[in-house]
C-alpha cells in the first residue's frame, strides 16, 4: 500500500452527488485528483495548491469541491450534479509542496511524486 489510499467510488445515477476520499501519510503536499478512462488523456480535475488555494477544471467547475483535513491526513472531492461524462477512474495524485508544479491540473504525470490506485465513479444515464 503506497502513501495515496483512495476511497469513495460508486455507481450512481445521473444527477447525484459522491464524495471521494484520499487518505495520505502525513507530509507537506500539494495534492490534486485527475482522472482517465481507457483510450482518453488523463484529465485534473481539481487541486490544491500548497498555499492551500483550490483550482478546478472548466469541466467540473460549479459541481466539484476539493477540501483538505490536515487533522485526519485526507484530500476530499466532493461532486455534484454528476453527469455519464463524469465516469472514468479517479486519482489522487501528491508531491512535496516544494516541489509543486506550475499549472497543478495540467501537469505531466512525473511532476507528482506519489499517485495512488484509482477508483472507478460510474454515473449512469
Known amino acids: 500500500q503506497g502513501p495515496l489510499v483512495e476511497s469513495g467510488g460508486a455507481s450512481v445515477e445521473s444527477g447525484g452527488s459522491l464524495t471521494l476520499s484520499c487518505t495520505y501519510t502525513?507530509?507537506?503536499?500539494?495534492m490534486a485528483w485527475f482522472r482517465q478512462a481507457p483510450g482518453k488523456e488523463r484529465e485534473g480535475v481539481a487541486g490544491?495548491?500548497?498555499?492551500?488555494?483550490?483550482t478546478y477544471s472548466d469541466s467540473v467547475k460549479g459541481r466539484v469541491t476539493v477540501t483538505q483535513d490536515g487533522t485526519k491526513n485526507r484530500l476530499y472531492l466532493q461532486m455534484s450534479s454528476l453527469k455519464p461524462e463524469d465516469t472514468d477512474m479517479y486519482y489522487c495524485?501528491?508531491?512535496?509542496?516544494?516541489?509543486?508544479?506550475?499549472?497543478?491540473?495540467?501537469?505531466?504525470?512525473?511532476?507528482?511524486?506519489?499517485w495512488g490506485q484509482g477508483i472507478l465513479v460510474n454515473v449512469s444515464s
Open positions: 490544491i495548491l500548497s498555499t492551500g488555494r483550490a
Open positions: 502525513p507530509s507537506r503536499y500539494c
Open positions: 495524485a501528491a508531491t512535496p509542496s516544494l516541489r509543486c508544479p506550475y499549472g497543478i491540473l495540467s501537469a505531466k504525470h512525473s511532476q507528482f511524486a506519489y
